[in-house]
């Protein structure tokens, strides 16, 4: 360890250290299932899943990763 990496908060794989505590492959998903949310704040974990081709089980940990930090821009 050499002090640039870090664990992705959102699937726990080592990365290398950037502001949003995330892997890009996370932040790419995140991204997916927050615009996706904006356009249809209704909907259900199921249904931003299956629209946006990531699994519930993440679509969960997202909307609950923000629902702690309650980040401001997003839903
Ligand atoms: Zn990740």
């Given at each position: 360890m050499n002090g640039n990496t870090r664990n992705c908060k959102m699937c726990q794989?080592?990365?290398v250290y950037s502001a949003f505590s995330m892997c890009?492959?996370?932040l790419t998903e995140m991204e997916k299932v927050h615009s996706y949310v904006k356009k249809h704040p209704?909907?259900?974990v199921r249904e931003v899943s299956e629209?946006?081709?990531?699994?519930a089980h993440c679509v969960?940990?997202?909307v609950t990763f923000f629902l702690n930090r309650s980040?401001?821009?997003l839903w």
């Open positions: 794989k080592p990365m890009h492959n996370c209704q909907v259900s629209a946006t081709n990531v699994s969960r940990k997202i980040m401001s821009m």
